[in-house]
């Protein structure tokens, strides 16, 4: 099924840029130790801040390279995030052409500030995507998937540690998500930047990752 993915962020040439590369399931030491959250949201949005559009893209798709070896293809649903352009987050332009050219059924999210709950919707060619007030690109509407549903989600997040801990823009949308799903949905975050020793100020509610990918290896939590 030939899938022509309609968002409103630059398009690129990208079928011949996606290439297979090893990865590697062990950890490399950091030159940052444990810290607080707000510290760490603080640190990386300044260093993601201090990306170039070139050098951002280089590592979206060096990311995007990763995924092809994990052996995470042979489901159905996958869930995967826009990015904020003003936050510089990772273009996942790149992992869209992965998911259409597998002919893999791609969910999207459209948050809810009031609850900080998230609505699951199919990505589809009719699908309309809108800005909302905080800039996120969304689904205006289409055809809901409930959590339990979803197989795979790629998780966005500032920073990480080696226990699969992550922090976010600290609103817990999808911390609320990732609880809702099935205990074996798989939790794949994706970085910029390698993990940290770890991260203090853990909650009972905040979801481990199963697996996390930078542009230089994969942190697996799972084993």
Sequence with gaps: MQFIIKLKIRVLKRQNLLRTSRYFWYFRSSKITAMEKKELRKIYKQKRAALSPERRDKLSLEIANQ????????????????????HNEIDTEFILHLLAGRDKEIVISKSNFEDCAMTHFLLTDNTKIKKNAFNIPEPVDGLEVPDQKIDVVFVPLLAFDKAGHRVG???GFYDTFLSACRENTIKIGLSFFEAVESIEGIFETDQKLDFCVTPNM?????S
């Design 169 to 171: 823009y600290g609103k």
């Design 67 to 86: 995924l092809i070896a994990m052996p995470i293809w042979n489901f159905t649903y996958y869930h995967i995030f826009l990015p904020i352009e003003n």
């Design 218 to 222: 994969i942190y697996n939590f799972s």
